[in-house]
Structure formats: C-alpha cells, structure tokens
C-alpha cells in the first residue's frame, strides 16, 4: 500500500431508530459488537492505526473497543461531518490518505475497504466513496454525477427533491480522502439543511467545486455493506453474515443440511467432510475435525476441540470440551470443562456437574470408556481409560483404568406393597 493510511470510525451518534437504551453500536451480531466488527474490519484492511470519534454513550463504546484504538471526542452530536472534525488535532502535520467509515456497517469484507485505497491512490482523487446500486427505497444519501463521472454532491435522502429520489447509486458512508484536502474542506463545512448537521458528505461538493478529482467505486455485493439503523436491519445483517459463513464452510467442504437453520459464528474450523445437521450453534473459535456428526439441535460453545470423527447429537451442549478422535455424545447431554478421550461412549442424560457456585471444576474421561445413561460427573474429577460407569450413577471419586464404577442406591422390591 506504500504510505501509511490512517482510518477513522465513526461511533459518537445517537442511532435513535434502534430504541434501545443501549448505544446501537454495542448491539451484537452473531455475539461481538456492531463496533467492535468496524474496527475490526478497518485493522484487517491494511490500516496502520484507528481513531474512533466517541460520544453519545461513550463509555459503552470505550468499555468494547479499550486501547485497540485512539479516541477523539465529539460532545454534541452535531453530524458526521463535526464528528470527523473532532480529529482534526490528530490529522494536522499527516500526508496522504484517511478511511473514514461509518461505525454502523458491521460486515463490511476488509478486501473491500483495502481495494477503495488502493483504487483511490491509482486514480489519484482527491475523495473516493464506496457505493452501492440499491433498487428500493433505502434513506441513504444520493450519488449526483457530472457528465465525466466525477461526484459532484452527495444528497442526504431528507434532502432530495423527486427526482433525487430516483437515484439508484447511494453513499455507504464509507470513504477515502487526501488528508490535507479533507481538513480544508471541514473548515468550509455549513449545517444548512433539513436536519441542521454538519455532512461529512458536503465534503465533496466542496472538493468538486474546487476543481479535485472525486469518484465512487460500486460494491459488489449489496449484502455486506448494508448499515444498521434498526432491529430489522440487525437482522438482515445477521443473515447475511450467516450467508456468508455457511456459504464459505461448503466451499471448503462441509456439508451443512440447512443454511439457513445452521449458526455458525466467525472463526471457526470445520474440516472435510464434517456433517451438520439443523439448529447447530456453533461458536467463536471452536475447531471441529473431519468426518464428525454435529446436531441436530447442537450447541457447540467456546473452547471446544473437537478430533475427527466425533459425533455431538442432539440437545447436546458442550464448552470447553476437549474431545478425542471417534468418541461420541450422542444425546441429551451437557459436557463442560472436560477432555473425553478417543473412542469413548458418553450416555444419554450425561452431564458435568462443573460449576459449585462459585468456580468451575474439570472432568477428566481416559479413552475407550463407556459412561452409561443418566450419569452426573461431579468435578473436579478424573476417570481413567477404559472404565465403565453403571446408568444412573453419580461419580463424586475418581475411577481408576479399567474399572467399573457404580454409584447409586440398590433397588428393593417390596412384594405385593401395591395390592394392599
Ligand atoms: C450517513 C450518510 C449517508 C449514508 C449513510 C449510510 C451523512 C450526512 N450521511 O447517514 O449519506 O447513506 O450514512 O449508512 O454522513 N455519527 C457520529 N456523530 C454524529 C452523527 C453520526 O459519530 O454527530 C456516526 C454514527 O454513530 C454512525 C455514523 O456516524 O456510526 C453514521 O451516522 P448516522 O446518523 O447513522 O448517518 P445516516 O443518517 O445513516
Ligand atoms: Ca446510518
């Protein structure tokens, strides 16, 4: 990329349409936050620092991103183009591009704010925007082109007359900008429109009247740059993403029954061949092996390990479960903090009795064991390798290899009770 390009975020407005009590920016999207998604995205695209233009509720947004990037304050929500006046300070004395994005478009691919650099710079425009070709009525800004297919100016969609509101081509708030020309341009910013805010978009109209290059690049794909404004659009994001992810795991080999029904959170590792059936939730950071068995009705948290050909049934929930190639849990269980060794056999019912109330404790299975129905392990505790625990018992002691361990009261049969 040559020169360092420095990104700005935006995450100080009020997004009122959420109705929430919370910032909208903290709201979640398959469990990490709309901010901290930007971010993220903003660092994988190449750009050497972040500086995040907090305010309303600005603790909430402090509290997700900590020290991963710089603060500027913005006091009074006065509209994107003051917030972005707010790191000025920061800019002085630096050359050559800034990213500017909206705090609001979470799934944004990194590939695809690094390529509206790169463009940018092979272009040699003052100001690049990303775009996108929208069919329906969607309230973002209008993308008003001269006859050389330069921008002449951005108009806000309470802004625009009827014929503005024709335009297909809209602004996804997500730009790159000369340095020094964007810090003059702020300098010549108004509030006089319909809302009273400072634009960051009348930017450009500045730019373009001053005679600098301006131009837009269009997306792709319309699903990963939509914004959130509401809960509706907190939803269309999520499906997208869920898109998005199932859609990468079949290419690299999984077979997934039911996109749609299927929850697959980012960075996780599936290997070949691995089927999932419906209503799986699988995680942050869990890795899955080859040739496993996983639902329906799964829920695979964080930290689990899962070796090949392991089988996860259904109602199923496991965290931080370590499991061994080939074993299976095969219903009805709840598997926490454990290792399960290769090959053995965890019966219905099974669960880890993990937590006391105030701390967690492990469970320890060897290989080649057979833990019969219905069993409550109480951890801290260890099992050796190829033992078999009766149906019914509740382990509170270790077992030792090759052991049976059976835990539980003997039944008596009182003949003819029930006749009297
Ligand atoms: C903005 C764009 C619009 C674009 C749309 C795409 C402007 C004037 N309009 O509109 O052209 O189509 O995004 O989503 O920029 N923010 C602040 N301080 C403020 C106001 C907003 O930091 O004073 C932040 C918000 O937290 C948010 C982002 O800027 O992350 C966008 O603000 P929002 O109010 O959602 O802008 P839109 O009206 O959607
Ligand atoms: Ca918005």
């Known amino acids: 990329m040559g020169q360092e390009v420095v990104a700005i975020v935006m995450a100080a407005g009020k997004g009122t349409r959420m109705k929430s009590k919370k910032s909208k920016l903290v709201h979640k999207i398959y469990g990490k936050e709309i901010i901290r998604r930007s971010v993220e995205n903003a660092k994988k695209s190449g750009v050497s620092e972040v500086i995040a233009v907090v305010g309303y509720q600005k603790e909430q947004i402090e509290e997700v991103l900590g020290d991963s990037v710089k603060y500027a304050i913005q006091e009074q929500q006065l509209g994107t ?5 707010q790191t000025a300070k920061l800019l002085e004395g630096k050359t050559g591009k800034v990213l500017i994005l909206n705090g609001d478009h979470p799934i944004m691919r990194p590939e695809t704010l690094k390529n509206l650099v790169e463009e940018s710079n092979k272009r040699g425009e003052s100001a ?5 070709v929208h069919d329906g009525v969607i309230p973002y800004g209008k993308i008003i082109h001269d006859n050389e297919g330069r921008i002449k100016e951005i108009v806000e969609h309470k802004d625009c007359n009827e014929e503005q509101l024709q335009i297909k081509e809209v602004n996804l708030g997500m730009y790159c900008f000369d340095i020094q020309e964007l810090l003059v341009a702020l300098k010549n910013l ?5 809302q009273n805010e400072y634009y960051l978009t009348d930017v450009i109209k500045i730019m373009y009247d001053k005679g600098l290059k301006t131009g837009s690049i269009v997306v792709s794909d319309n699903a990963e740059v939509l914004g959130v404004n509401d809960r509706m659009d907190l939803q269309v994001l999520t499906k997208a993403l869920q898109l998005r992810i ?6 690299n080999g999984v077979t997934i029954e039911d996109i749609n029904n299927t ?3 980012d960075d996780v590792e599936i290997g070949i061949d691995t089927i999932i059936h419906p209503n799986t939730t699988i995680k942050s950071g869990v890795v899955i092996g080859e040739d ?12 689990c390990r899962l070796a090949d050909k392991v089988k996860i049934g259904s109602f199923v929930e496991i965290k931080k479960a370590i499991i061994g190639e080939g074993a299976k849990v095969p219903h009805l269980s709840y598997m926490g903090d454990c290792e399960i060794g290769a090959k053995t056999n965890i019966g219905c019912g099974t669960i880890t009795c993990n937590y006391d109330g105030f701390s967690k404790s492990k469970t320890i299975i060897g290989e080649h064991s057979f833990i019969g129905s219905n069993t409550n392990l109480v951890a801290p505790v ?3 390798k190829n033992t078999f625990v009766a149906a019914g018992s509740t382990i509170t002691d270790d077992v030792p290899d090759d052991s049976l361990a059976i835990a539980r009261q003997r039944q008596t049969n009182k003949e003819g009770w029930n006749k009297k």
């Open 263 to 265: 929850y697959i959170y």
């Open 292 to 303: 496993c068995e996983i639902g329906p009705n799964a829920y695979i948290r964080e930290g």
């Open 382 to 384: 260890t099992l050796g």
């Open 128 to 132: 690049t925007i990303l775009t996108m």
């Open 190 to 194: 108004t509030n006089d429109n319909v």
């Open 246 to 251: 199932n859609t990468e795991h079949m290419k």
């Open 81 to 85: 183009g003051h917030a972005v006046m």
